[in-house]
């Protein structure tokens, strides 16, 4: 049985930021993949007034045990103060690609 896996939510502020992230996290096997989609626009209380930005998703598929791990390397990489960081637990999916999930986040050995 493959691990529980999740699909974990955020938003970052441009293009380049969204690609830094997605590159960290799958090169540091904390995701399996990233998508990046095209940019949406946001609407949200912040600090007590509505704002409104352009935002780029980025939709994570990672294992809840990578979860920590990843959710830190986000707050480290991301540049808001308070960034989205939502997951999601995947109760269904085609299982293979839920095995290859986990066999991609999965650390390698140390010898």
Known sequence: MA????LVLTNCPDQETADRIATALVE???AACVNVLPQVASTFRWQGAVE????VPLLV???RERY???EEAI???HPYTVPEIVAVAV????APYLRWVDE??????VA
């Open 52 to 55: 409104q930005a352009i935002e």
């Open 61 to 63: 598929k990672c294992t």
């Open 104 to 109: 991609e986040t999965t650390p390698p050995l």
């Open 91 to 94: 109760v269904a999916g085609f």
């Open 3 to 6: 691990a529980e896996v999740l």
């Open 68 to 70: 920590p791990a990843l």
């Open 28 to 30: 540091n096997r904390l």
């Open 75 to 77: 707050r480290q990489l």
